[in-house]
Nanobody
Framework: QVQLVESGGGLVQAGDSLKLSCAAS????????MSWYRQAPGKERELVAA????????NYADSVQGRFTISRDNAKNTVYLQMHSLRPEDTAEYYC???????WGQGTQVTVSS
């Protein structure tokens, strides 16, 4: 079965960097586009970044453009989210998502203190 397991979240200070990982299993990872979403308390879940199956194309929410980078390693069945210059407003639960079939991981919490 499809499994997505996020890791790498934590408590950091504003301006710090953090790298999230999402380990995928149960499907042929290299054939699927992937994305990262986040959800802050009291807010709707929002798309943060997405990447095509080959990694050849990416797109980002305006709020993270230039600060976050999505990437993937198809040999390791893993998608990453490198986050720089973190802000308190980046505080949220971050979720890995497989677009086709609408599969979600359990999430990893990122908390940015000011």
């Amino acid at each position: 079965q499809v499994q997505l397991v996020e890791s790498g979240g934590g408590l950091v200070q504003a301006g710090d960097s953090l790298k999230l990982s999402c380990a995928a299993s149960g499907f042929t990872f290299s054939t699927y586009d992937m994305s990262w979403y986040r959800q802050a308390p009291g807010k709707e879940r929002e798309l943060v970044a997405a990447i095509t199956n080959t990694g050849g194309r990416t797109n980002y929410a305006d709020s993270v453009q230039g600060r976050f980078t999505i990437s993937r390693d198809n040999a390791k069945n893993t998608v990453y989210l490198q986050m720089h210059s973190l802000r308190p407003e980046d505080t949220a639960e971050y979720y890995c998502h497989r677009i086709v079939g609408d599969y979600w991981g359990q999430g990893t919490q990122v908390t940015v203190s000011s």
